[in-house]
């Protein structure tokens, strides 16, 4: 009888430890984990340009004022990035079938490091990132509901903290160019309050990027 009870309790605390383990589980633990995942792959950001690698400028090559004006424009991120060791200038420029001048940028050593390639709704774009961020507190969580493709979803309120930036983002001529762009440039011990969706997979939840 001992040993029934014995073995009865075993098997309780059994079922009661991979309950407490298991990735599929609705727990603040399992969204906090997922959402820190996410951050780790596309934390604080900035956008470089569409169209994937290598970036591609656009150009008219006219020395018309106006138009040369809108080429030096449209090189200024780009050449940034040059000046600050994380592009550099790929093939010689090239003309495309509607006659415009392309002008190729590839990603440094340096640049390969920080670069996040996020495909979202509207493609592909680049992005680099300068720094680190993780969940600093968690919040409500909704209760998991299926949506009407069938897929299990969640939400969660999350305070995200973030960590000190690479050197290059605090350049004074990229911080200007991302105020005029209205790109935010977090800075060390910054925390942010989001409402982050989760989906629920055969492994377990994976957050999606929205910030």
């Known amino acids: 009888m001992k040993l029934k009870q014995t073995l009865c309790l075993a098997l309780l605390l059994a079922g009661a430890v991979t309950g407490c383990s298991d990735p599929k589980a609705a727990t603040a633990k399992n969204f906090e984990t997922a959402i820190n995942a996410m951050l780790d792959k596309t934390p604080g950001c900035v956008w470089v340009a569409n169209g994937g690698l290598p970036v591609k400028v656009y150009l008219t090559g006219s020395n018309l004022p106006y138009q040369k004006e809108q080429d030096a424009k449209a090189l200024k991120g780009p050449e940034a990035y040059v000046r600050l060791g994380l592009l550099k200038e790929g093939k010689p420029p090239y003309k495309n079938g509607e006659g415009l001048l392309v002008k190729e940028f590839e990603l440094t050593e340096a640049g390969q490091k ?41 939400t969660a309120e999350v305070d995200i903290k973030f960590g000190k930036p690479a050197a290059w983002v605090n350049d004074p001529e990229l911080q200007q160019q991302l105020k005029q762009r209205d790109l935010h440039v977090f800075k060390e011990g910054d925390t942010v309050h989001r409402k982050i969706t989760l989906e629920k997979t055969l492994d377990g939840w994976v957050a999606k990027p929205g910030m």
């Open 114 to 154: 920080a670069y996040r390639a996020d495909h979202g709704m509207m493609g592909p774009f680049n992005s680099f990132c300068y720094g680190t961020a993780q969940v600093a507190k968690m919040g409500d969580i909704t209760e998991p509901t299926a949506r009407v493709d069938g897929v299990t979803v969640a």
